[in-house]
């Protein structure tokens, strides 16, 4: 016997499968274009396997992390600049030979936008996302007032796990043309799913320091109109925070604009076919209650609408 389904109910039951699908989140992860959102708690990134979390409502906070593995979180943060003199002559700043000049400029004070986003785009998809996220124009008033640092962020797919940035320093009002200026981050990692921060066992290198499956590139010159300047990086020179350690970009002095570009990024990466992609840190999870309530009154009232239907039809 063959049984021939009235069109009605076919309907009904196509209709049903797609409300079913549109309640469900998009959760496929692309390793060939790069999906980004905006809003009031920053910039949500994914790349591939690559998951990156910029703050900027304090001062600049940076998360990245594998959406596949979806256990570990590396931050970087930037805490702080000052202008020292090197007393010790290495070249870098170390907390106990030392002295900070004038007063030390933390950049949680500051107002911080995002701003200039420039997308390229192949076949529909896009293969470089650039964007920047500047301090406000007086925002370190009155000890830095002309200050302004902004960050130039540059997303690639041919680099699907790293994340370059240039550091743009312009207005500093220096003390003294023989000091320096530091510009203090602090590495940190921490469990994906609570957001805990906790102070890594970091491996400085050669223009490198990793933590973990994460790491941090520094190139030994910046950019100063158009002339390159010696930069050395201080790792371990000064106390460690509870939940991360410092470094400091060590920059001799300028008159105008610096220029600098270092990279973060993982060194291994999962494949985006391994599983389903994780949420980003602070959102919540694909399955969480309201979710599934929807879905369950959704599925409902779909049930009930065929029912209905066929109840007519007979």
């Known amino acids: 016997m063959c049984v021939t389904m009235s069109p009605r109910p076919r309907l009904i039951y196509t209709v049903t499968i797609f409300t079913l699908l549109m ?38 906070h940076y998360t990245y992390y594998d959406i596949v593995e979806n256990n570990t979180d590396y931050h970087v943060l930037f805490v702080r600049m000052f202008e020292y003199t090197d007393s010790n002559h290495d070249g870098v700043y170390t907390q106990s030979a030392d002295t900070p000049i004038g007063p030390v400029i933390s950049l949680q004070s500051g107002i911080w936008v995002f701003s200039n986003f420039v997308t390229q785009e ?20 009155p000890q830095q007032p002309e200050l302004q640092l902004t960050l130039v ?25 023989n000091n320096s200026l530091a510009l203090g981050i602090v590495l940190s990692m ?26 941090l590139l520094y190139p030994s010159v910046a950019q100063v109109d158009s002339k390159n300047v010696g930069v050395n990086v201080s790792v371990n020179g000064a106390n460690p925070q509870n939940n991360g350690e410092q470094v ?28 389903q992609p994780s ?29 209905k239907f066929q109840s007519d039809h007979h």
């Open 23 to 60: 309640m469900l989140p998009l959760v496929a992860a692309s390793s060939t274009t790069i999906q980004y959102t905006l809003d009031s708690s920053g910039l949500d990134a994914r790349l591939g396997a690559f998951g990156l979390f910029l703050r900027g409502s304090h001062s600049p």
């Open 122 to 141: 192949e076949s529909g998809d896009v293969v470089k996302l650039d964007f920047q996220l500047t301090s406000l124009s007086g925002t370190f008033y």
């Open 153 to 177: 962020n540059h997303l690639n797919v041919s680099n699907n796990a790293s994340l370059k940035f240039d550091i743009i320093l312009s207005g500093w009002e220096w003390h003294n043309s």
């Open 190 to 215: 921490g469990q994906h799913s609570t957001g805990q921060m906790n102070r890594p066992t970091v491996h400085p290198g050669s223009g490198n320091v990793s933590f973990g499956n994460g790491y």
């Open 248 to 275: 400091y970009f060590c920059f001799p002095y300028f008159s105008d604009t610096l220029e600098y570009d270092p990279t973060i990024g993982l060194f291994d990466i999962s494949s985006v076919t391994t599983t």
């Open 279 to 307: 949420t980003p840190p602070g959102q919540p999870p694909l399955f969480d209650i309201p979710r599934i309530a929807v879905i369950g009154i959704g599925v409902t009232v779909v049930i009930v609408i065929a029912v």
